[in-house]
């Protein structure tokens, strides 16, 4: 009987769980009984086990794991649980409920108590321990006859309300399988990509629009899965800040970005984009060294290029990265500027030496005389605060035509130029006054 219980918490294991749930399945067809599963994964818990050590984390393990040991085993019958339920540690932060439910409802109720005991605090050492739970949930026969199918399900909800902000639960639905099978799946495959020769940069330059001289190409990330085929940038980048390979991935791209542009006159800078959490790593003053310092390039010739949504996140730690990056003579530029909150404020607190105007304005001049207005006003302000301002998304002859009475510095779009790999930047950097042909 001790095999069958949780060496930790005390509550059962995954064999005597796995065994108790087909048991119950076998009795559905004379029980008619609607078993739901729970599966519960907490939130921060590996935040709590980092800083305050393993011993916390096991106090708060257990802790949870009583309070639905008491719930919904011992006191079942408070809560509405119909007949006999179980709890179990599926292992680490992972647990799981079973209960038989009258109605989708109930299971409803369930989740909802199970969210409000997770987030009761545990005493510790002093201290009062709090973390939330995901939970994602799947009934029988609904959502499967047989324990393997219904885990899974549960398992995919369970993923859907991780990926929705977490704090809450997710119902499994059908639909759920494609996307996040797949989403699993390029997740998986993610790893170990630069390993494999997968990810490559394209770049896409960057005008001067008074001299048609290229001043910059912006580095763009390509992924050509041997499984998926060419998977979108905003569909595998999304997933790399996700899991976290994002960090892994984005020191590649500087390296192989500086390595590039090194090839490339003194006068052409290479702009590379910075994810939030690449933004606020403890580890990019280094990253970013050792990327200049393996290719030699000057550091004067490197931009980093963050969105608003970044700065709304921590603005004081922002500010501070920003700062570090400046202090190394690289370059810092706004991206999507007019898309955010408080824009006109970022532009006296955060040391920027470039704003891109978000394509959004770009699009709107073919039909809305409002958006040049924006654009000029936009332009005038950063050149009254030293800055240089490059308007991206140029894809029609009308746009640019417009852009040319706005003093704007630089300009970028299909139009212009599409991504191209490095030799192919090369090859139009070759000549000695590259210009766009929609200007010549």
């Known amino acids: 009987a001790f095999a069958r219980r949780d060496d930790l918490t005390g509550v059962a294991n995954r064999t005597a769980f796995r065994e108790w749930f087909e048991r119950r399945l076998h009795r559905l067809e004379s029980t008619g009984e609607l078993p739901s599963i729970h599966w519960i994964d907490l939130d921060r818990f590996k935040e709590i086990n980092d800083s305050l050590g393993h011993l916390a984390g096991n106090v708060l393990l257990t802790e949870v794991a009583q309070r639905l040991q008491t719930a919904f085993v011992t006191d079942g ?32 109720t369930i989740a909802d108590h199970i969210l409000d005991l997770v987030a009761q605090p545990v005493a510790y050492a002093g201290r009062r321990l709090t973390v939330g739970a995901s939970l994602g949930v799947a009934i029988a026969p609904i959502d499967g006859g047989d324990a393997d199918t219904l885990l899974k399900h549960a398992d995919l909800a369970l993923y859907r309300a991780k990926e929705s902000g977490r704090g809450a639960f997710c119902f499994y639905e059908p639909v759920m399988d494609e996307k996040i099978e797949r989403t699993r799946a390029l997740t998986s495959d993610l790893h170990g990509a630069i390993a494999r020769g997968e990810l490559w940069l394209a770049f896409q330059p960057i005008f001067d629009l008074a001299t048609h001289r290229i001043l910059s190409c912006e580095t763009l990330l390509r992924w050509d899965s041997p499984c998926h085929g060419s998977v979108s940038p905003a569909e595998f980048i999304p997933i790399a800040e996700q899991s976290g390979l994002i960090v892994e991935i984005g020191a590649w791209v500087l390296r192989e970005a500086c390595r590039h542009a090194l090839d490339w006159p003194d006068t052409v800078r290479v702009a590379v984009n910075l994810s939030p959490i690449q933004l606020l790593s403890p ?127 630089a300009v970028q779009g299909f139009l212009l130029a599409r991504p191209m790999s490095a030799s192919q930047v090369a090859n139009l950097l070759a000549d000695e006054t590259p210009r766009m042909r929609a200007l010549s």
């Open 283 to 409: 580890g990019l003053a280094k990253v970013l060294k050792d990327a200049l310092d393996a290719s030699g390039l000057a550091p004067g010739r490197l931009d980093l290029e963050v969105t608003e949504s970044v700065l709304l996140d921590d603005i004081d730690a922002s500010l501070a990265a920003l700062s570090a990056i400046n202090r190394m003579a690289v370059g810092t530029t706004l991206d999507d500027f007019g898309t955010g909150y408080s824009s006109l404020g970022y532009l006296t607190k955060f040391p920027f030496q470039t704003l891109k105007i978000d394509r959004s304005f770009i699009t709107a001049l073919d039909d809305n005389p409002a958006s040049m207005a924006i654009i000029q006003t936009v332009v005038d302000l950063a050149a009254t605060l030293g800055m240089q301002t490059v308007a991206e998304g140029i894809e029609t002859p009308t746009q640019l035509a417009q852009l040319r009475r706005t003093r704007c510095t």
């Open 77 to 108: 019958g408070t809560i509405g649980v119909a007949g006999d339920a179980i709890v179990a540690r599926l292992g680490g932060d992972e647990f799981a409920v079973v209960c038989a439910i009258g109605a989708r409802d109930d299971a409803r």
